[in-house]
């Protein structure tokens, strides 16, 4: 597969070819995006040979506003009405069910569909422009963490994708929180920005998704790949490391103050700054040649749930 890619600043110009049926990365405040026309299912069948991506595994449809939710989902309920209503725009993805006249390539063949309307000024402005809702997954090769930065996006698709809408760093890092609001109570499948507590505020019963176990079937198809990993191994700690590390090619993230030995260290002033850094973190480590990443556990609260989701799937927990 070769194709021009072409870079743009101009959401427009973006939105032009993604219009004429091209794939197209774009920036979020959670992770980078690559989109296609929700109603073209030769585009979307592009977005998963660009990625490498198993073809069940659905994507998120992305809108400018909650007001188009209609086109691809209907049967709202109480609970998805109130998690709309305060989140979107914003790091929230819901489940809904999904409209028939949306290709099942894009669900993976399930009867829900994944929506969610970036508050990104940048993605906002794309959507806006896109004649229809944009089915997007993160912008990386499958099993690679996902993209916060576009130079990251063009290193892994560039030469494999049609466009690629140039914007700032993603501000949160992580991916959207994902609630499934097809069944009762709603089940969290995805932890995200928007932490639990947050969430129970609205839906008081809300119920965590459990990770599968072998054999059995997945609540979110996603939840049975390996993801977000880097080439180094992880190895999880509930505090920094009292010794120096085995090999001198290791690195170490965390919240604590960076202790010594290490190639490389990142220390984070908070969970917020942790999820931010964290998949730039793993990238820059896999660039050094790091063989092994020490990755202190933040506590489990707010975004805190979801840095420790990701480490773990990382670590192949
Ligand atoms: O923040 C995000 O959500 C980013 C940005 C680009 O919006 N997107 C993202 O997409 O992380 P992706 O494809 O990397 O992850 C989507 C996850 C997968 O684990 C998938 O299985 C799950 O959402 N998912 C999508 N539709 C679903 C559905 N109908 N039911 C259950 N899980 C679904
Ligand atoms: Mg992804």
Redesign the pocket.
């Given at each position: 597969m070769h194709l021009q890619t072409i870079v743009t600043d101009s959401p427009i110009e973006a939105a032009q070819l993604l219009n004429r049926g091209g794939i197209v990365a774009f920036p979020?405040e959670?992770?980078?995006?690559l989109g296609a026309d929700v109603f073209r299912p030769e585009s979307v069948a592009g977005i998963f040979r660009a990625k490498g991506r198993p073809s069940d595994?659905?994507?998120?449809v992305?809108l400018h506003s909650p007001d188009r939710i209609g086109e691809v989902a209907c049967g709202l309920n109480a609970h998805a009405d109130a998690l709309i209503a305060r989140f979107f725009p914003g790091?929230l993805?819901v489940?809904l069910k999904k409209r028939s006249s949306v290709p099942g390539i894009v669900?993976a063949g399930?009867p829900?569909?994944?929506v969610?309307c970036?508050s990104h000024p940048v993605a906002a402005e794309f959507l806006k422009h896109c004649h229809h809702p944009v089915a997007?997954?993160?912008a990386n090769l499958s099993g690679r963490p996902?993209p916060t930065d576009w130079r990251t996006v063009f290193h892994d698709l560039g030469g494999r994708i049609d466009g690629l809408l140039r914007g700032e760093p993603s501000t949160i890092g992580l991916?959207?929180t994902?609630v499934?609001c097809t069944v009762d109570p709603p089940l969290l499948?995805?932890s995200?920005a928007i932490g639990v507590e947050a969430l129970r505020e609205l839906v008081p019963g809300l119920q965590v998704a459990t990770s599968c176990k072998p054999g059995e079937a997945p609540?979110?198809?996603?939840?049975k790949y390996r993801h977000y990993s880097p080439e180094a191994s992880i190895v999880l700690l509930d505090k920094p490391p009292e010794s120096m590390p085995p090999s001198p090619a290791s690195a170490w993230i965390g919240l604590s103050a960076p202790p010594a030995g290490f190639a490389r260290t990142m220390s984070c002033r908070s969970s917020e700054e942790y999820a931010r850094v964290l998949f730039g973190f793993f990238r820059a480590c896999d660039a050094e040649g790091i063989d092994t990443i020490y990755c202190e556990l933040p506590p489990e609260e707010g975004i805190g749930r979801a840095i420790r989701d990701r480490l773990r799937k990382a670590a192949g927990n």
């Open positions: 979020t959670t992770v980078y995006g595994n659905p994507l998120i992305h790091p993805t489940v669900s399930l829900t569909i994944g969610r970036p997007a997954p993160s996902s991916e959207s994902i499934d499948l995805r995200g609540k979110s198809p996603g939840m």
